[in-house]
């Protein structure tokens, strides 16, 4: 293939802008389908990125921006939003994919800040239709605007959440409501799709050839001279009615029940398809749902259906940062790994363990997990809130359930964690992966807030490990422990085996000096430790200060012996961390030195966390130099906070 932009990708390279693909037919339609194709398995197999969402919405992207007036008069949201890479291509940004997810680069998701065909800024699912809604609602019953359609795309995957449930109960109950619903469904979440609704979609979507015949009948129709386009209505009922012929459950049944005009199955593949059911709800003043079946990864090698490797591609570029280490020990296991392999040591031993996650078999490890322990391994489908309330229940009639969750996606359950975990002291372990900076997929999923959000909670036990050794001790002592805990691990290697500190057996609340010194102290949450004991290091050569360094191990029940004792020693005293500023370990720390009082005064305390800000996508060394968490800035910070105090080993042999 040339290497020549211009002619690889011609109608790409001619394209001036979305509108453009309004005066194209068909068959220029799927002629430029082909080339965004290519253009994205070419561009994203480098830089990597979410690859098949975008490739399975290729025609739907194309219909939509080719009947809709995007920007101008009509709005469209992606829900999740990984799958807009074609839409960024359509809306003038295809220049900046080889920075796709890159720091300063173009983001991975809808970012109203690259264009205003962005309406929002996503990365969690099941919240498009509500916010689609919003746009509907505003515009309901202003002559102004009349005619104006707020445009959801949600997959069969996020049509699980609980929210987008609500949406569709209330969206449903206004009749006059311009919402168009488009279900994208590939029957795939990351991992195929699960649970009841799935099935029920799965029924529906044998009837898609069934339309498929309809439609060519239709078309015949229209073909016949004379007959234009004010019959067109006309049609679209006739073609509505001859649906009656398939059985009802078959036909969207729920939807139509919840008060949407539903209209589908129909290929998501076959533009004509497509806009056909784009213009023929047009008319419609009412909410409606239209049902698209397509395959995720569309075009890519075999687009094996229910392949999982579709969902992400991890590139062939990947930038030399990315294999910075964060501290010198590093290179070890990730602590997805080593959570998973010790999920199963427990799971082997205890019959009431069970593991629990929303939709994220891959991210968090458990595929292995399922395999050995098929019935007790629950893939809720993307239902944080559902997970997290099945869990209390689960622990509440005496199984030992582990809810691996990302931090991020927690939230989205707070509300479960409250009442359902906090509130009956239910014995669930939350086993939060992606806890910190994240890395490309950015400010969405960065896992910065979880100390915060659970600190709150009474009832609840905090702790995060500072190697996948200690991580495999904290899940054996949650399991001891008589109420909810969560363990917070990031993304990413620990320390080597060899080179992790020892592992001693500890209590809930014991944290552990790791290293002494007079002139200061680290207390760190995680794995910072090693980046603490890395700046001790540093520190010790440049100035000879000697700092001593806690693993605080846990950020709810404090250490407050230990952390007292170096509050009331040391001149000054850093607590680390991966996690926002507010409400964060710092703030524990600093709310333990006001609380004791006396002795201890809070100005020797300096918080090293992160900014009161959200932190953008680029390689996670890069978030942390941002943050000026990288360990040349830290060593820096550390050293100005040291330059005042005279060394205590210097003073010793003064005196
Ligand atoms: C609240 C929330 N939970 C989990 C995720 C992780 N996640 C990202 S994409 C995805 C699957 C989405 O499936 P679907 O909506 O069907 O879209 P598809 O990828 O199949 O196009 C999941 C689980 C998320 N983004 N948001």
């Known amino acids: 293939m040339s290497t020549d932009p211009d002619l690889r990708y011609p109608l790409l390279e001619a394209l001036g802008g979305p509108e453009d693909v309004k005066d194209m037919d068909n068959d220029g339609l799927r002629a430029l389908a082909a080339e965004i194709r290519a253009f994205i398995i070419d561009s994203v197999t ?10 399975g919405v290729v025609e739907l992207t194309l219909a939509l921006f080719a009947e809709y007036q995007f920007n101008q008069r009509d709005k469209l949201v992606w829900d999740v939003g990984h799958q807009c890479y074609p839409h960024k291509i359509l809306t003038g940004r295809r220049a900046q994919f080889p920075s796709l997810r890159q720091w300063q680069g173009m983001s991975g998701f ?29 515009w309901r019953g202003r002559q102004a605007d009349a005619g104006r359609k707020a445009v959801a795309v949600i997959g069969d995957g996020s049509l699980q959440e609980g929210n987008a449930f609500e949406a569709l109960n209330h969206g449903g109950s206004f009749k006059d409501l311009e919402l168009v619903v488009v279900l994208n469904d590939n029957n795939m979440s990351i991992s195929p799709s699960v649970g009841a609704l799935s099935a029920y979609l799965a029924s529906a979507r044998s009837s898609t050839w069934l339309n498929a015949r309809l439609r060519t009948i239709q078309s015949a129709i229209r073909r016949i001279p004379r007959i234009g386009d004010e019959v067109e209505d006309v049609l679209q009922r006739w073609y509505h009615s001859l649906q009656g012929i398939i059985p009802q459950h078959a036909l969207g049944i729920i939807f139509e029940e919840l008060g949407f005009f539903y209209y589908g199955p129909i290929d998501g593949h076959d533009v004509d398809a497509l806009r056909h059911a784009f213009r ?22 075999d687009d094996v259906p229910e392949a999982t490797c579709y969902h992400a591609a991890s590139g062939s570029k990947v930038p030399a940062s990315a294999s910075v280490a964060e501290y010198p020990e590093q290179g070890g296991p990730s602590f997805t790994t080593a959570f998973a392999d010790h ?33 007790r391994c629950l893939d809720v489908g993307m239902a944080e809130q559902h997970g997290v309330a099945l869990a209390a229940g689960l622990a509440l009639a005496g199984y030992t ?45 960065n896992g910065v807030f979880d100390i915060a959000y659970l600190r709150c909670l009474p009832n609840f036990v905090l702790m995060s490990p500072r190697d996948t050794g200690e991580l495999a001790q904290m899940m054996e002592l949650a399991a001891t422990h008589d ?10 290697s620990g320390a080597r085996p060899d080179a992790q500190l020892a592992h001693v057996p500890f209590t809930i609340g014991e944290g552990e000096r790791v290293a002494d010194g007079d002139d200061g102290c680290v207390i760190a949450y995680g794995p910072a430790v090693y980046a603490a004991l890395e700046v001790r290091r540093r520190v010790a050569a440049t100035s000879g200060h000697a700092l001593s360094v806690v693993n605080a191990r846990f950020a709810k029940p404090l250490d407050e012996r230990l952390i007292a004792e170096e509050l009331t020693r040391q001149p000054v005293v850093f607590t680390l961390e991966d996690h926002v500023v507010a409400g964060g370990f710092g703030s524990a720390v600093l709310e333990l030195a006001r609380a004791r009082g006396g002795p201890i005064d809070a100005n020797r305390v300096e918080v090293l966390a992160l900014p009161d800000r959200f932190v ?22 550390v050293s100005a906070r040291l330059a005042g105090v005279r060394p205590a080993a210097l003073l010793r042999l003064v005196t």
């Open 616 to 637: 953008d996508h680029g390689q996670r060394t890069e978030q942390l130099t941002d943050c000026r968490l990288d360990l040349d800035q830290l060593t820096a910070r």
């Open 46 to 55: 480098r830089t990597g990125g979410h690859l098949g969402a975008g490739l």
């Open 483 to 492: 109420g909810p805990t969560a363990i917070r691990y990031p993304r990413g």
């Open 280 to 301: 023929a709800t047009h008319w419609m003043r009412r909410p409606v749902l239209i049902h698209v079946v397509t395959r995720k990864g569309r075009g890519y090698k």
């Open 110 to 138: 809808p970012d109203p800040a690259e264009s205003p065909f962005d309406t929002v800024k996503t990365g969690h699912g099941g919240t498009s239709i509500s916010t689609a809604m919003g746009f509907a609602l505003a």
């Open 343 to 375: 999920a199963i040591a427990m799971a082997e031993r205890d019959p009431r363990v069970v593991v629990i996650t929303a939709a994220m078999l891959e991210g968090t490890g458990l595929v292995q997990f399922q395999q050995r322990f098929r019935d």
């Open 401 to 445: 359930p582990i809810c691996a969750i990302y931090s991020t996606f927690l939230q989205r359950a707070y509300d479960q964690l409250f009442q359902e975990v906090a509130l009956q002291r239910a014995r669930v372990i939350f086993c939060l992966d992606r806890g910190g900076l994240v890395g490309a997929d950015g400010a969405t999923h």
